[in-house]
Protein backbone atom coordinates (compact mmCIF):
# COMPACT_ATOMS: atom_id res chain seq x y z
CA UNK A 1 0.00 0.00 0.00
CA UNK A 2 3.07 2.35 0.89
CA UNK A 3 4.52 2.26 -2.26
CA UNK A 4 1.46 1.91 -4.42
CA UNK A 5 1.13 5.16 -2.89
CA UNK A 6 4.51 6.35 -3.14
CA UNK A 7 4.40 5.67 -6.73
CA UNK A 8 1.35 7.89 -7.41
CA UNK A 9 2.95 11.07 -5.65
CA UNK A 10 6.22 10.35 -7.61
CA UNK A 11 3.98 9.99 -10.38
CA UNK A 12 7.13 6.60 -11.73
CA UNK A 13 6.52 4.54 -13.93
CA UNK A 14 8.93 2.09 -13.64
CA UNK A 15 7.34 -1.01 -12.26
CA UNK A 16 10.64 -3.32 -11.77
CA UNK A 17 12.19 -0.72 -9.83
CA UNK A 18 9.61 0.23 -7.89
CA UNK A 19 9.15 -3.37 -6.89
CA UNK A 20 12.32 -3.58 -6.16
CA UNK A 21 11.90 -0.74 -3.75
CA UNK A 22 8.91 -2.59 -2.27
CA UNK A 23 10.68 -5.87 -1.37
CA UNK A 24 13.67 -3.76 0.23
CA UNK A 25 11.28 -1.89 2.24
CA UNK A 26 9.66 -5.34 3.36
CA UNK A 27 13.29 -6.29 4.41
CA UNK A 28 14.42 -2.43 5.70
CA UNK A 29 11.06 -3.56 8.05
CA UNK A 30 11.82 -6.45 9.79
CA UNK A 31 15.28 -4.73 9.96
CA UNK A 32 13.13 -2.34 12.77
CA UNK A 33 11.47 -5.63 14.19
CA UNK A 34 14.56 -7.03 15.48
CA UNK A 35 15.92 -3.20 16.50
CA UNK A 36 13.19 -2.62 18.52
CA UNK A 37 13.43 -6.29 20.01
CA UNK A 38 16.83 -5.60 20.35
CA UNK A 39 16.04 -2.02 22.21
CA UNK A 40 14.26 -4.40 25.11
CA UNK A 41 17.35 -6.16 25.76
CA UNK A 42 19.55 -3.37 25.65
CA UNK A 43 17.14 -1.46 28.50
CA UNK A 44 17.24 -4.59 30.75
CA UNK A 45 21.32 -4.73 30.43
CA UNK A 46 21.37 -0.99 31.28
CA UNK A 47 19.40 -1.69 34.15
CA UNK A 48 21.74 -4.57 35.14
CA UNK A 49 25.33 -2.35 34.58
CA UNK A 50 23.17 0.45 36.77
CA UNK A 51 22.28 -1.89 39.71
CA UNK A 52 26.17 -3.25 39.59
CA UNK A 53 27.46 0.32 39.70
CA UNK A 54 25.44 1.24 42.78
CA UNK A 55 26.45 -1.76 44.33
CA UNK A 56 30.28 -0.52 43.75
CA UNK A 57 29.24 3.04 45.32
CA UNK A 58 31.63 3.74 48.03
CA UNK A 59 28.66 5.23 50.03
CA UNK A 60 26.35 2.62 48.72
CA UNK A 61 23.39 1.84 50.86
CA UNK A 62 21.74 -0.81 52.33
CA UNK A 63 19.22 -1.19 48.89
CA UNK A 64 21.68 -0.67 46.94
CA UNK A 65 24.15 -3.31 48.38
CA UNK A 66 21.18 -5.66 48.06
CA UNK A 67 18.78 -4.45 45.44
CA UNK A 68 15.39 -6.01 43.77
CA UNK A 69 16.59 -7.70 41.04
CA UNK A 70 12.73 -8.70 39.28
CA UNK A 71 13.84 -6.32 36.61
CA UNK A 72 16.91 -7.58 35.10
CA UNK A 73 15.57 -11.34 36.22
CA UNK A 74 12.07 -10.90 34.01
CA UNK A 75 12.06 -14.07 32.04
CA UNK A 76 10.53 -12.73 29.20
CA UNK A 77 13.51 -9.99 28.89
CA UNK A 78 15.80 -12.83 29.53
CA UNK A 79 14.48 -15.47 27.31
CA UNK A 80 14.71 -12.37 24.16
CA UNK A 81 18.38 -11.75 25.45
CA UNK A 82 19.42 -15.07 25.09
CA UNK A 83 17.43 -15.67 21.79
CA UNK A 84 19.99 -16.96 19.00
CA UNK A 85 17.94 -15.50 15.96
CA UNK A 86 17.33 -12.03 17.52
CA UNK A 87 21.48 -12.57 18.27
CA UNK A 88 22.28 -13.68 14.75
CA UNK A 89 19.94 -11.26 13.05
CA UNK A 90 21.56 -8.09 14.49
CA UNK A 91 25.04 -9.42 13.97
CA UNK A 92 24.45 -10.42 10.66
CA UNK A 93 22.95 -7.32 9.40
CA UNK A 94 25.18 -5.22 12.03
CA UNK A 95 22.10 -3.68 13.55
CA UNK A 96 23.84 -2.36 16.67
CA UNK A 97 21.90 0.44 16.85
CA UNK A 98 21.80 0.88 20.85
CA UNK A 99 25.47 0.41 21.06
CA UNK A 100 25.92 3.80 19.14
CA UNK A 101 23.27 5.62 20.10
CA UNK A 102 22.88 4.40 23.65
CA UNK A 103 21.02 7.61 25.21
CA UNK A 104 17.94 6.66 23.78
CA UNK A 105 18.29 3.30 26.20
CA UNK A 106 18.58 5.72 28.87
CA UNK A 107 15.88 7.89 28.03
CA UNK A 108 13.39 4.72 28.15
CA UNK A 109 15.25 3.16 31.32
CA UNK A 110 14.67 6.41 33.24
CA UNK A 111 11.01 6.62 31.56
CA UNK A 112 10.24 2.94 32.74
CA UNK A 113 11.75 3.39 36.00
CA UNK A 114 9.96 6.28 37.03
CA UNK A 115 6.66 5.03 35.69
CA UNK A 116 3.90 3.27 38.16
CA UNK A 117 3.95 0.55 35.97
CA UNK A 118 7.32 -0.23 37.18
CA UNK A 119 6.81 1.06 40.97
CA UNK A 120 3.95 -1.77 40.58
CA UNK A 121 6.13 -4.48 39.55
CA UNK A 122 8.80 -3.79 41.64
CA UNK A 123 6.33 -3.23 44.72
CA UNK A 124 7.26 -7.53 45.05
CA UNK A 125 10.34 -9.58 44.53
CA UNK A 126 8.55 -12.43 43.66
CA UNK A 127 6.79 -13.25 40.28
CA UNK A 128 5.20 -15.56 37.89
CA UNK A 129 5.97 -16.00 34.43
CA UNK A 130 2.81 -14.09 33.09
CA UNK A 131 3.17 -11.58 35.49
CA UNK A 132 6.68 -10.94 33.90
CA UNK A 133 5.14 -10.95 30.74
CA UNK A 134 2.24 -8.52 30.94
CA UNK A 135 4.68 -6.03 32.48
CA UNK A 136 6.96 -6.46 28.95
CA UNK A 137 3.78 -6.05 27.19
CA UNK A 138 2.72 -3.11 29.41
CA UNK A 139 5.91 -1.26 28.94
CA UNK A 140 6.38 -1.96 25.18
CA UNK A 141 3.31 -0.60 24.98
CA UNK A 142 2.35 2.11 27.25
CA UNK A 143 6.04 3.72 27.36
CA UNK A 144 8.14 2.37 24.84
CA UNK A 145 5.87 2.54 21.19
CA UNK A 146 4.52 6.20 22.10
CA UNK A 147 8.09 7.50 23.04
CA UNK A 148 8.48 10.89 20.86
CA UNK A 149 12.33 11.08 20.91
CA UNK A 150 12.60 7.68 20.09
CA UNK A 151 9.92 8.15 17.12
CA UNK A 152 12.49 10.99 16.06
CA UNK A 153 15.48 8.82 16.38
CA UNK A 154 13.45 6.18 14.00
CA UNK A 155 12.43 8.79 11.79
CA UNK A 156 15.68 10.25 11.25
CA UNK A 157 17.19 7.26 10.70
CA UNK A 158 15.21 5.52 7.77
CA UNK A 159 12.43 7.29 6.96
CA UNK A 160 10.11 4.78 6.01
CA UNK A 161 10.17 3.03 8.60
CA UNK A 162 8.13 5.66 10.75
CA UNK A 163 5.23 4.01 8.22
CA UNK A 164 6.15 0.72 9.17
CA UNK A 165 6.10 1.55 12.94
CA UNK A 166 2.85 0.38 14.06
CA UNK A 167 3.05 -3.04 12.35
CA UNK A 168 5.97 -3.92 13.89
CA UNK A 169 4.72 -2.77 17.23
CA UNK A 170 1.88 -5.25 16.91
CA UNK A 171 3.87 -7.47 16.19
CA UNK A 172 6.21 -7.65 18.64
CA UNK A 173 3.33 -7.53 21.04
CA UNK A 174 2.35 -10.51 19.21
CA UNK A 175 5.19 -12.70 19.12
CA UNK A 176 5.49 -11.51 22.80
CA UNK A 177 1.96 -13.06 23.75
CA UNK A 178 2.95 -15.95 22.52
CA UNK A 179 6.08 -16.22 24.38
CA UNK A 180 5.61 -19.70 26.53
CA UNK A 181 7.58 -20.43 30.16
CA UNK A 182 9.12 -23.65 28.38
CA UNK A 183 10.66 -21.65 25.51
CA UNK A 184 14.50 -21.65 25.21
CA UNK A 185 17.34 -19.80 23.84
CA UNK A 186 16.15 -21.53 19.90
CA UNK A 187 12.53 -20.22 20.22
CA UNK A 188 11.88 -19.41 16.87
CA UNK A 189 11.30 -15.70 15.74
CA UNK A 190 8.34 -14.42 13.14
CA UNK A 191 9.24 -14.86 9.46
CA UNK A 192 9.38 -11.66 7.07
CA UNK A 193 7.10 -13.95 4.94
CA UNK A 194 5.36 -17.04 6.08
CA UNK A 195 6.39 -19.10 2.82
CA UNK A 196 7.46 -18.72 -0.60
CA UNK A 197 3.89 -18.53 -2.19
CA UNK A 198 3.70 -15.33 0.98
CA UNK A 199 6.76 -13.17 -1.04
CA UNK A 200 4.79 -13.66 -4.27
CA UNK A 201 1.67 -12.40 -2.94
CA UNK A 202 3.17 -9.11 -2.03
CA UNK A 203 4.65 -8.82 -5.63
CA UNK A 204 1.59 -9.72 -7.57
CA UNK A 205 -0.70 -7.78 -6.15
CA UNK A 206 1.05 -4.57 -6.22
CA UNK A 207 1.93 -5.48 -10.12
CA UNK A 208 -1.61 -6.47 -10.87
CA UNK A 209 -2.72 -2.92 -8.93
CA UNK A 210 -0.33 -0.78 -10.71
CA UNK A 211 -1.61 -1.94 -14.16
CA UNK A 212 -5.09 -1.90 -13.68
CA UNK A 213 -4.88 1.39 -12.63
CA UNK A 214 -7.06 3.18 -14.32
CA UNK A 215 -9.64 0.36 -14.38
CA UNK A 216 -9.67 0.18 -10.36
CA UNK A 217 -9.94 4.25 -10.52
CA UNK A 218 -13.06 4.11 -12.54
CA UNK A 219 -14.71 1.85 -10.40
CA UNK A 220 -14.13 4.14 -7.83
CA UNK A 221 -15.21 7.23 -9.23
CA UNK A 222 -18.48 5.34 -10.30
CA UNK A 223 -19.97 4.61 -6.84
CA UNK A 224 -18.52 7.71 -5.40
CA UNK A 225 -20.89 10.23 -7.18
CA UNK A 226 -21.52 12.56 -4.50
CA UNK A 227 -17.67 12.71 -3.81
CA UNK A 228 -15.07 14.73 -5.91
CA UNK A 229 -12.28 12.03 -6.73
CA UNK A 230 -9.54 14.94 -5.67
CA UNK A 231 -11.57 14.79 -2.26
CA UNK A 232 -10.49 11.44 -1.53
CA UNK A 233 -7.46 10.57 0.10
CA UNK A 234 -4.78 9.10 -2.41
CA UNK A 235 -4.15 7.02 0.74
CA UNK A 236 -7.57 5.87 0.61
CA UNK A 237 -7.69 5.32 -3.13
CA UNK A 238 -4.53 2.63 -2.36
CA UNK A 239 -6.56 0.91 -0.31
CA UNK A 240 -9.76 0.59 -2.26
CA UNK A 241 -7.92 -0.41 -5.49
CA UNK A 242 -5.87 -3.46 -3.92
CA UNK A 243 -9.27 -4.37 -2.27
CA UNK A 244 -10.83 -4.28 -5.99
CA UNK A 245 -7.74 -6.09 -6.89
CA UNK A 246 -7.79 -8.82 -4.77
CA UNK A 247 -11.75 -9.40 -5.38
CA UNK A 248 -10.94 -9.46 -9.36
CA UNK A 249 -7.21 -11.26 -9.42
CA UNK A 250 -7.13 -13.51 -6.57
CA UNK A 251 -10.22 -16.10 -6.44
CA UNK A 252 -8.67 -17.65 -3.27
CA UNK A 253 -9.34 -15.05 -0.92
CA UNK A 254 -12.61 -14.76 0.36
CA UNK A 255 -14.76 -11.48 0.47
CA UNK A 256 -14.85 -10.95 4.01
CA UNK A 257 -11.50 -11.29 4.49
CA UNK A 258 -10.67 -8.80 1.92
CA UNK A 259 -12.46 -6.02 3.55
CA UNK A 260 -11.63 -6.74 6.99
CA UNK A 261 -7.72 -7.30 6.15
CA UNK A 262 -7.91 -3.53 4.13
CA UNK A 263 -10.34 -1.62 6.76
CA UNK A 264 -7.60 -2.31 9.64
CA UNK A 265 -4.72 -1.19 7.49
CA UNK A 266 -7.20 1.68 6.82
CA UNK A 267 -7.58 2.11 11.07
CA UNK A 268 -3.69 2.09 11.17
CA UNK A 269 -2.88 4.26 8.45
CA UNK A 270 -5.49 6.57 7.53
CA UNK A 271 -7.81 9.01 8.84
CA UNK A 272 -10.16 8.06 11.70
CA UNK A 273 -13.37 8.53 9.56
CA UNK A 274 -11.56 6.19 6.68
CA UNK A 275 -12.48 3.05 7.18
CA UNK A 276 -15.80 3.93 7.52
CA UNK A 277 -15.83 5.33 3.89
CA UNK A 278 -13.87 2.76 3.12
CA UNK A 279 -16.18 0.43 4.28
CA UNK A 280 -18.96 1.82 2.80
CA UNK A 281 -17.19 1.00 -0.92
CA UNK A 282 -15.83 -1.86 -0.85
CA UNK A 283 -19.35 -3.61 0.61
CA UNK A 284 -21.49 -1.52 -2.35
CA UNK A 285 -18.54 -3.00 -4.87
CA UNK A 286 -18.90 -6.59 -3.82
CA UNK A 287 -22.48 -6.97 -3.87
CA UNK A 288 -22.84 -5.13 -7.30
CA UNK A 289 -19.93 -7.97 -8.37
CA UNK A 290 -21.73 -10.64 -6.42
CA UNK A 291 -25.08 -9.66 -8.14
CA UNK A 292 -23.15 -9.07 -11.82
CA UNK A 293 -21.50 -12.10 -11.56
CA UNK A 294 -18.02 -10.30 -12.17
CA UNK A 295 -16.67 -11.53 -8.42
CA UNK A 296 -13.64 -13.51 -9.12
CA UNK A 297 -13.87 -16.26 -6.76
CA UNK A 298 -13.62 -19.76 -6.31
CA UNK A 299 -14.36 -22.94 -3.35
CA UNK A 300 -17.17 -22.65 -0.85
CA UNK A 301 -17.47 -20.01 1.55
CA UNK A 302 -15.28 -17.27 -0.61
CA UNK A 303 -18.09 -15.00 -1.39
Known sequence: MQSLYAMEQTQSENLDKEEKFLLFSIEQMYDLFLINLQLL????????????????KYLATSEDKDPNEKFINNQVLLLLKKNEEIKGGVEKKNLNYWHLDDEYVKILWTAIKESELYASYMSTQTTTFKEDKDFVIAVFKEIIAPNDKLYE?????????VDDLPIVNTGIIKMIK?????HTET???PQLYKDIDDKQFAKDIFRKTILNDTIFSKEIEGRTPNWDKDRIAELDKAIIKMAICEFQKFPSIPVKVTINEYLEIAKEYSTPKSSI?????????SKEYQKNGSLN???RGLM
Do not use: C, P
Request: no cysteine; glycine share 6%.
Open 41 to 56: IEIRNHAADFLERSQK
Open 153 to 161: YIEDKRLTW
Open 178 to 182: KIKAG
Open 187 to 189: MAL
Open 277 to 285: FINGILDKI
Open 297 to 299: KVG
